[in-house]
DNA sequence: GCCGTTTTCGGCCCGACTGTTTTCAGTCG
């Protein structure tokens, strides 16, 4: 057995917290829950409220903590934005699982206020009126009345908001999903490419929440400075080719790719780039909290700059808006208002890992499983990324489905393997696999095999269906066995395809830690697993992470960038990753 | 309904674009 130590064991003495990290579900319950009500109190007008729950939605859906346990402490008005009636409703929704007030507000307003507004030029003001005077209640009244050209006549609404209305209605049932990072930045990337090289901008960013490196993004958000905004938008139209147009005007255009993706872009004057660029990276509630903060400092924030009274004292770049407002620069990864603008006040953002930290890769696979490409074509990949070490991680076991290997072929790979490193003695590779967690928690692996790998990574890749207490046991049951070094993509989801299986993340957390094993950030495009939320939570319990591609190809490995990213939305330093450290050989 | 190095009361992010108006309300991000 080739023995190699990827880091030094540590194990506290000291028992730590059990924090039940759940899979955060219960707060976007909550955070639906309240984001309603304030639906329903927009549309009867009523003022101010509407915005304070949307406000406290905001701030539970980004929350890394379950928000049963806040409820359990008594601590739910210490959550930001949540004050006493909020708390009140959020309690009996905990409690009841229903809230008599959104009841109420529905048995006033008998309509379904999500779905109407969810139509793209619909807001809570024609939702009212079309009510008001058709008696609309749903999108079927909706769809109805707008093809019996009803709408056109009202007061205020015509022709083309009776158009806009049916585009919506058809667009709605198309669009459910968002999109996967890894799919979105680089179609991004090409456009942003396109759009510098017509020479029509000076410059050109990604902006919006493919710039925080959100798992999955709604649109893609662009940035140009001009000083021409017209021809910048006409040269912008042609690259893009778009199916529909949004919008258009002097320094904005919306559109919708053939792909269905939509695309804003934006176009400022160069001094007033930088402003543009912090204002349209986000997020909306990072930039609300920091706007509160030039308010109380006396100046004005917007996309154009900083302003003391008229005068502009900041805004052509990011970083000397922060810095005005008397705070370091903050990486965009960590712009949610979750505490980063008080690190940023008091000098104390932490140093994120960064692409370049990384070393090396752990989850790779071959032609030896279901990878396209030979041992060797991985390697002069891995060795073109700069990478000291490669892990290969073909599957081992009877998961037919991804032709894997039993012990006579991975015999036939170790050899194969061994010329290979002969070949490129500067890139040191590791003999590792990707072994199933069976049903019962035991691997599919003879314990032999197992121990002569340099490293195994375990993962579900059956039997998703199974009780949240039965797979969280499955899996903490199969990382008691040796010799694993990673938990891989850990709660199983697949972006628009399959949900994450059941589990209590709390409990596969401190088995990790207890066990020295590292979760994985997936970096696959479908994947994006661990997400940010449980990667920061996770880390936050002093675990171990380890960001990998789970590539099939060799320019797979290049989605580390992807899984970097979620590493840093999870406030990672280098000292979390796991393979942002060189090997280090035991004895 | 929330919040406070202006405040326990009186504020609440703000600018672009669209469509329907004929100077602006509504929507969006």
Partial sequence: ???????????????????????????????????????????????????AYQRAALVIETLAEPIEDIWKAGKLEDIPSVGEGIAKKIAEY????????????????????????????????????LYKTLNIKNIEDLKKAAEQKKIRNIEGFGEKTENTILEGITFLQKTENRISLGFALPLAESLKDQLLASKRVHTAEIAGSLRRSKETIGDIDLLAASDNPKRAVEAFLTIAAPKALLGKGEKKCS??????????????????????????????????????????????LNEYGLFKRNKRIAGGTEDSIYKKLGMAFIPPEMRENLGEIQLAEKGSIPPLVKLKDIKGDFHTHTIYSDGRASIEEMIKKAESLGYSFIGISDHFGHLRIANAMDEQRIKKQWKEINAVQKKHPKIKIVKGAEVNINKDGS???????????????????????????????????????????????????????????????????????????????????????????????????????????????????????????IARRAWAGKADIINAKELKQKS
Wanted: some cysteine; aromatic content about 8%.
């Fill in 443 to 565: 691997l599919d692996i003879p314990p032999a095999v197992l121990r002569s790998l340099d490293y195994a990574i375990i993962s579900v890749h059956t039997n998703f269906k199974m009780g949240k207490q039965e797979m969280t046991k499955r899996i903490c049951d199969a990382m008691e066995h040796e010799n694993i070094l990673v938990l891989g993509h850990p709660t199983g989801g697949m972006i628009g395809e399959r949900k994450p299986y059941e589990v209590d993340f709390d409990e596969v957390v401190l088995a990790a830690k207890q066990h020295n094993i590292a979760l994985e950030i997936n970096s696959q495009s479908k994947r994006m697993d661990l997400a940010s939320p449980l990667a920061k939570a996770a880390i936050e319990q002093g675990c171990r992470v380890s960001i990998n591609t789970d590539a099939h190809y060799p320019d797979s490995l290049e989605f580390m960038r992807f899984g970097v990213g």
């Fill in 255 to 300: 559109v919708i790719l053939t792909s269905g993706m939509q695309v804003d872009l934006r176009i400022v004057k160069r001094e007033e780039f930088g402003a543009a660029l912090q204002y349209f990276t986000g997020s909306k509630s990072h930039n609300i909290a920091l706007r509160n903060k030039a308010i109380k400092k006396g100046y004005k």
């Fill in 94 to 129: 905990l409690e009841k699982g229903k809230s008599a007030y959104l009841k109420k507000l529905k048995k006033e307003l008998p309509i379904d206020a999500d779905a109407l507004l969810s139509v793209g030029g619909l807001g809570p003001k024609k939702v009212k009126i």
């Fill in 1 to 51: 057995m080739l023995t190699t130590i990827f880091y030094k064991p540590y194990f506290s003495t000291t028992f730590f917290n059990s924090k039940n990290l759940g899979l955060l579900m219960k707060n976007q319950e909550v955070a639906d829950l309240l984001r309603e009500i304030a639906e329903y109190l927009e549309i009867t007008d009523v003022p101010f409220k509407p915005r």
